[in-house]
């Protein structure tokens, strides 16, 4: 039991500071009306491991306090990739192909709100919508979908998992 724990702790700690790296390294394109976040494609982790869930939301906080988010963008663009993985997570036994799909709607539909009323972005939100939901479906549909075929190989060396 206290080894379960250990590892999802560790396997927590280990996808929050992927997602800090990634964002920060990518900075250019993490952040504004027209973003592709690549750390976003690590919400196909929920598929592997429940850990994502906290990791990713957590990785997500710090990565905008770091980029120098303003706070409603921290909490608000925070909660997006949570209910995100959130909903990742509970798709985990249907068809992987699904698993994107939760991350691009949630943070295409907060996101931009976020952008005009934190931000004050003149663009049309529905314009946002469009733009931020591309650049999901580039980070979490194209990029995230070739870490989940990646990774589903070495599914148990990786995440200490059983291969299904």
């Known amino acids: 039991m206290k080894d379960k724990k250990v ?8 996808i929050a500071a992927l997602y800090v790296v990634l964002t920060m390294i990518f900075a250019p394109i ?9 750390s976003e494609a690590l919400t196909i982790l929920p598929v592997f491991t429940p850990a994502a869930v906290p990791g990713l939301f957590i990785g997500c906080i710090i990565a905008n306090i770091l980029g120098g988010a303003v706070l409603p963008d921290i909490i608000f663009g925070s909660i997006a990739t949570l209910i995100g993985a959130v909903f990742t997570w509970k798709l985990r036994e249907r068809s992987p192909y699904l698993a994107p799909i939760p991350p691009i709607v949630s943070n295409a539909v907060i996101v931009p709100f976020v952008l005009r009323y934190a931000y004050g972005v003149p663009l049309p939100i529905p314009f946002m919508m469009l733009t931020v939901g591309i650049g999901e479906v580039i980070s ?12 589903k190989k070495s599914r148990t060396a990786i995440f200490g998992m059983q291969q299904a």
């Open 30 to 38: 993490s952040f504004s009306e027209i973003q592709v976040r690549v």
């Open 140 to 151: 979490c549909g194209v990029f995230g979908m070739i870490l989940y075929f990646a990774l």
């Open 7 to 14: 590892l999802f702790l560790t396997q927590g700690a280990m």
